[in-house]
């Protein structure tokens, strides 16, 4: 059973920052994409970060130069660094895994709040 449990979210002023973490039981993980999503009251989930697993990095326009994030194969760990946070990156963040064997198999963290507010 593959389990993905995030962690480090919470309140934070804006400007702050905040380190999510996603720990992933998984056989392989250095063979999944980890993907960072988020979504917002009333919106859409929307993908924010991925890193594959070739190490390569992607990131949404609205939050190129602010977050960034990395991968510890050794501990099956995959970070989400967020700095100069604003308001509307509220929402709850959410981890997700993705490999293709044959289909795609795909696997979610249960998420956690980040709140941006004064």
């Known amino acids: 059973q593959v389990q993905l449990v995030e962690s480090g979210g919470g309140l934070v002023q804006p400007g702050g920052s905040l380190r999510l973490s996603c720990a992933a039981s998984?056989?392989?993980?250095?063979?999944?994409?980890m993907n960072w999503y988020r979504q917002a009251p009333g919106k859409q989930r929307e993908l924010v970060a991925t890193?594959?697993?070739?190490?390569?990095?992607n990131y949404a326009e609205s939050v190129k130069g602010r977050f960034t994030t990395a991968r510890d194969n050794a501990n099956n760990t995959v970070y989400l660094q967020m700095n100069s946070l604003k308001p509307e990156d509220t929402a709850i963040y959410y981890c997700?895994?993705?490999?293709?064997?044959?289909?795609?198999?795909?696997?979610w963290g249960q998420g956690t709040q980040v709140t941006v507010s004064s």
């Open positions: 997700n895994a993705r490999v293709l064997a044959r289909r795609v198999y795909d696997y």
């Open positions: 890193i594959t697993s070739g190490e390569s990095t």
């Open positions: 998984v056989s392989i993980f250095s063979a999944y994409d």
